[in-house]
């Protein structure tokens, strides 16, 4: 009688996939399109596709240096790289290679920011200093003084403007005329904890939004450096973006001329969108879907602290140190809090369903 060989089983694999940490931290640089952006994550820049999320990772060099800012250039051909040396690393995508580095900084650079040009970056340091770089040259063309430790730095995204705009952990922003001969910065003072946003209206671009952990989102008007109104959020702000008005969520209410629809990522967890404008605020319900099988609306909340926030395109992402979210406005339905949630205790049991892009659903807490 005739026995049947026992089945063998393989004892090692090819490796076909590796899926790997991509974020460990620092602002987010999306693309001009939204169709990929860069993530820091310990030395390396990964690249990551919007839509199949998949990621290409970047080395400034053998040595490993730790990367504490980039920045994508306005032609989406290559972007600029810190690193913990003090460094700034100029690396084009297609190759890999570095295209220039030069020495920046005496202390670690905090943040970058890249004039709509292209020609020029701006970079903040914990030194106390802003300095202005050509990026072809390497070499510095405007250097500024902080009292304190700068956190973050951003250009006006006018191309005719010269503006300048940074924070540093005094609490002040201060706003730098690259093409006045004076070093002294015109100074906007009212907020009573450190900053963690810049953002320039893109509807009026003489208007700046800043916000911080005070819990507050200022409105400033540029070009007198007046403060025009606080927003009181009741929670503290890690991160905020400014909408275009072509990436507008369908809304209940009419939004008008003078408003801007705000994405702010709150310590606590979660979103929060509201409509901010010199005059008043209004909160809109936090990524608010209407399901089309039902009648009611319901909310989306999180536990996860979002640590940055970028828009472009039809495209919001948020990273945390759990994931990467990637929003599309234009598929929510944002409810004014009167018509979708009467009471606190009600804001509690809403859950949310969220269409993913092959039609199935997810819910959340």
């Known amino acids: 009688m005739q026995t049947k060989a026992s089945a063998t089983i393989k004892s090692s694999y090819a490796k076909k996939k590796v899926i790997e940490t991509i974020y460990s931290g620092g602002r987010l640089t999306v693309s001009n399109d939204g169709s990929f952006y860069l993530s820091i994550c310990g030395d390396r820049v990964h690249l990551v596709d919007t839509l199949s999320s998949s990621s290409r990772a970047f080395s400034v060099d053998e040595e490993k240096q730790i990367i504490t800012a980039c920045i994508l250039l306005p032609n989406n051909k290559s972007f600029l790289a810190a690193t913990t040396q003090q460094q700034i690393y100029h690396i084009d995508i297609s190759s890999g290679k570095i295209k220039r580095q030069w020495k920046a900084h005496k202390e670690t650079i905090t943040c970058l920011s890249v004039h709509s ?3 020029l970056v701006a970079s903040s340091s914990s030194d106390k200093t802003v300095k202005v770089w050509d990026i072809e040259g390497g070499y510095c063309t405007h250097n500024y003084q902080h009292s304190g430790v700068v956190t973050h730095v951003l250009f006006h995204p006018l191309p005719t403007s010269r503006l300048l705009f940074s924070a540093s952990d005094d609490c002040i922003v ?12 015109k100074e906007l003072k009212n907020h009573l904890s450190n900053l963690t946003d810049l953002c320039v209206s893109p509807k009026n671009q003489d208007i700046l939004y800043t916000s911080g952990r005070d819990k507050v989102v200022n409105v400033w008007r540029i070009s007198s450096s007046s403060l025009l109104k606080t927003h009181v959020i009741f929670k503290e702000i890690t991160c905020m973006v400014v909408l275009k008005e072509s990436s507008y969520p369908p809304s209940s209410r009419k939004i008008s001329k003078e408003e801007d629809v705000v994405f702010l990522g709150l310590d606590s ?4 969108v509201y409509c901010l ?8 319900i936090p990524l608010s879907i209407t399901s089309p099988s039902t009648t009611t609306t319901e909310t989306y909340t999180t536990t996860d602290i979002i640590e940055s926030m970028v828009a472009q395109g039809p495209w919001v992402i948020s990273a945390s140190s759990f994931m990467f979210k990637h929003y599309r406005p234009s598929e929510f339905s944002l409810i004014s809090p009167k018509s979708s949630i009467k009471n606190d205790k009600d804001k509690k049991k809403s859950k949310v369903s969220i269409k993913k892009e092959d039609g199935d659903e997810e819910e959340g807490p």
């Open 269 to 272: 967890g979660g979103l929060a």
């Open 117 to 119: 040009c292209g020609s």
């Open 174 to 185: 201060r706003i730098w005329d690259l093409d006045s001969s004076s070093k002294t910065a």
């Open 277 to 284: 404008s010199s005059s008043s605020s209004s909160l809109l």
